[in-house]
């Protein structure tokens, strides 16, 4: 059974770097084509893409947000870190991560993080 | 402005049938990538509903059904039930972005 959980600061101020946790259970990030990753949600709004890192350690940025994010995993927590600079009240949204053979077949219940000074 | 276009809202009665359409480009869903579809019920993280464009996972009635052509993408849904009221999203990988993108999202209002 795969499982998938978000953790982090609830609240941020701006300018701060956000750092989020996936930790997950039920899959191996060492095997092809696995992969975990970031999409987001402003309250209301559609859900976008982030960034996603693979088995191999390949990863992908959206491009419009490329500059602030980084992610990184590591295989033996069973963990995927995203981090996110210069946070803005524009970054308010609920943050999942999710699971990738091609398509997000799992995903985390989701963690509400909001920017406010 | 997302990537996929979808409608922002359909509608149908109970036991209807109704369609949502994606509509994307050469570089994603033209470029023969997949599209998969997604179900978020209220307060909900979303839920794969169809993958690789016409799969169904396991659990999920046959009432959902996909389609793709050309450079768009169709989720049906037959027999419309209060419960299949959600928002849906489509899903595809791009070439030229190098990574994943997602429709608007539509809104379903079973009436």
């Known amino acids: 059974q795969i499982t998938l959980k978000e953790s982090g600061p609830t609240l941020v101020k701006p300018t701060q770097t956000l750092t989020l946790t996936c930790t997950f259970s039920?899959?191996?990030?060492?095997?092809?084509?696995?992969?975990v990753g970031w999409i987001r949600q402003p309250p209301g709004k559609a859900l976008e893409w982030l960034a996603l890192?693979?088995?191999?350690?390949?990863?992908r940025y959206s491009p419009s947000l490329k500059s602030r994010l980084t992610i990184t995993k590591d295989t033996s927590k069973n963990q995927v870190v995203l981090t996110m600079t210069n946070m803005d009240p524009l970054d308010t949204a609920t943050y999942y991560c999710?699971?990738?053979?091609?398509?997000?077949?799992?995903w985390g219940q989701g963690t509400l993080v909001t920017v406010s000074s | 402005q997302s990537v996929l276009t979808q409608p922002p809202s359909v509608s149908g009665a109970p036991g209807q049938r109704v369609t949502i359409s994606c509509t994307g480009s050469?570089?994603?869903?033209?470029?023969?990538?997949?599209v998969h579809w997604y179900q978020q019920l209220p307060g909900a993280a979303p839920k794969l509903l169809i993958y690789?464009?016409?799969n169904r996972p396991s659990g999920v009635p046959d009432r959902f059904s996909g389609s793709k052509s050309g450079t768009s993408a169709s989720l049906a849904i037959s027999g419309l039930q209060a419960e299949d009221e959600a928002d849906y999203y489509c899903?595809?990988?791009?070439?030229?972005?190098?990574?994943?993108?997602f429709g608007g999202g539509t809104k379903l209002t079973v009436l």
């Open positions: 999710a699971h990738s053979e091609y398509k997000y077949g799992h």
């Open positions: 039920g899959f191996s990030l060492s095997t092809s084509p696995v992969g």
């Open positions: 890192i693979y088995w191999d350690d390949d990863k």
């Open positions: 050469s570089s994603n869903i033209g470029a023969g990538y997949d």
């Open positions: 690789a464009n016409f």
């Open positions: 899903q595809s990988y791009d070439g030229s972005l190098s990574g994943s993108v």
